[in-house]
């Protein structure tokens, strides 16, 4: 006797099947995925010169040229103000996406951004420039919570590795820029410079769909298949992509428990683990310690080349280590690249710490006068291919659906207090431990964050996000 259960089985089979069958193609065009994310990374280039602007002015900023000159308390405080505003960027943007949508509330990241820059431009005194820096943060924060998301939401399983390693490289090129742009321009101009990116964001992102993920579960189906046709091309297949959704959605209202339950379930335990450490190892590797103070790290090391221009260089190596990085992350594997990563970062660091205590030792150190700059070099490099930007795509790619919002904003918060309680404690580092053992202490951090790959951090590359999931609970 045939049951109930088994026909409706027999009609989902035949059902999925039509869609299969149905006219159109399997694969998406790729171009209008790319235009969206290349947009989107806009408002993260603006981020990312924030953050160098940071090592190129306090050379000026605590002159006597400067409309009013800095304390290094001072001048400690303005680099630490930005990842004090991204920790309240972060813990914002999940709740208002939520609210208004996450194409709305990425673009509203842009304004923080735009008035840092006015406010610097036109600030006059210490209490201005803080507010400015503190508003940047919170624009770069929240950009930082919100674009790895909507980025492995609009793109397509076969592409979202390569689409997610983009965050990483339009933070690194917004670096570059502030990089080159300051070495040739005033403070002010450097402010205009970087000013007139958020412009363009909005120009650019205001043109972008929203997330297809977003309407359905706001039940918007018709703007759903808009949205996915906009980005996959009129000839793609949309209906077996927004069934897919579809499913994916109705399954986890299926499973929909209370808050507690779902973060501390398995899966979300084990979800939160990964993240958050690799949040922390990628911050407590002193990256930001790298491009926040280069330009002081080269002119302490005594090195023959400008600080400004060892700073480019040091730039445009970690942007284009980035760009292959794209592809190697979906070839290589996430659990490789960041194992990798993390040896080569540890050992490069040694190597800075090594000359630095010969330098201070009194020794003769103008034949290893190469060891700072390639160290530096080397240490970029593998940061850019593993610990860069892997911690961001496993973030958009590993929490359940039911915590994603709060997983993605915890991590960026995270990343953010670890991000100003490194930068704030590197200079007292300094002064009770000095310079060689400072460097010794982020390399040894670095390599105990290569056992936690080893032992904690799943493979994710090729894998749905259903099949991570299911690793996730261990089954």
């Keep these: 006797m045939i049951e109930l259960e088994d026909i409706s089985i027999v009609e989902e089979k035949i059902s999925q099947s039509m869609l299969d069958e149905a006219p159109g193609t399997q694969e998406g ?14 408002v993260v280039i603006s981020g990312g010169t924030t953050i160098g602007w940071t090592s190129l002015v306090m050379a000026y900023l605590t002159s006597p040229d400067s409309p009013f000159t800095l304390t290094k308390d001072q001048a400690s405080w303005t680099g630490s103000l930005l990842p004090i505003g991204a920790f309240f960027g972060a813990i914002l943007a999940g709740p208002i996406a939520n609210i208004i949508g996450q194409k709305l509330a990425i673009l509203s990241t842009g304004l923080p951004l735009a008035l840092s820059w006015l406010l610097i431009f036109t600030a006059r005194s210490v209490t201005w420039l803080f507010i400015a820096r503190f508003v940047a943060g919170i624009g770069l924060g929240a950009a930082c919570a919100l674009v790895p998301t909507y980025i492995s939401e609009i793109a397509e399983k076969s592409v979202r590795g390569v689409f997610g390693t983009a965050f990483q490289l339009s933070l690194v090129f917004g670096i570059v820029y502030a990089y080159v742009t300051g ?23 205001s043109q972008a769909p929203e997330s297809p993920m977003y309407l359905l579960r706001r039940n918007k189906k018709i703007q759903a298949e808009k949205s996915l046709r906009t980005l996959r091309g009129n000839k793609y297949n949309v209906s077996k992509e927004l069934s897919d959704i579809e499913k994916e959605i109705v399954n986890q209202e299926k499973t929909k428990v209370s808050f507690f339950q779902a973060v501390f379930n398995r899966t979300s335990v084990r979800a939160l683990t ?12 002193g990256i930001n310690i790298v491009t926040f103070y280069s330009a002081s790290i080269f002119k302490d090391a005594g090195s023959s080349l400008k600080p ?35 040896l080569v970062m540890a050992i490069s660091l040694w190597a800075l710490g090594f000359y630095f205590l010969m330098k201070d030792r ?31 795509i496993m973030t958009a790619e590993i929490f359940p659906q039911e915590i994603k919002a709060v997983g993605c904003g915890l991590a960026v918060v995270v990343n953010w207090t670890m991000v100003f309680a490194v930068t704030k404690l590197f200079q007292p580092l300094l002064f009770y431990i000095g310079t060689a053992y400072t460097f010794w202490l982020f390399g040894s951090a670095t390599f105990v964050g290569l056992a936690f790959v080893f032992f904690l951090v799943i493979e994710t590359k090729g894998k749905s996000l259903g099949q991570i999931q299911t690793e996730l609970c261990g089954k």
Excluded at 188 to 205: D, M, Q, R, V, Y
Excluded at 274 to 285: H, K, N, P, R, T
Excluded at 366 to 381: Q, T
């Design 29 to 42: 065009q790729k171009l209008p995925q790319y235009l969206v994310t290349l947009s989107v990374g806009i």
């Design 183 to 205: 070495a040739v321009l005033c403070y002010n101009n450097l402010s205009i410079a970087c000013g007139i990116l958020p412009l363009l964001f909005f120009l650019a992102f």
């Design 274 to 285: 990964i993240c958050l450490g690799l949040m922390v190892f990628q911050q407590i590797s």
């Design 308 to 342: 400004e221009y060892a700073t480019i260089i040091v730039g445009v190596a970690q942007l284009v280590a980035t760009i292959p990085s794209s592809l190697l992350v979906d070839k290589a594997g996430r659990k490789m690249l960041l194992q990798l990563s993390s």
């Design 362 to 392: 009194g020794n003769d150190v103008s034949s290893y006068s190469w060891i700072p700059l390639m160290s530096v070099v080397v240490y970029i490099i593998f940061f850019s291919v593993g610990f860069g930007p892997i911690p961001w």
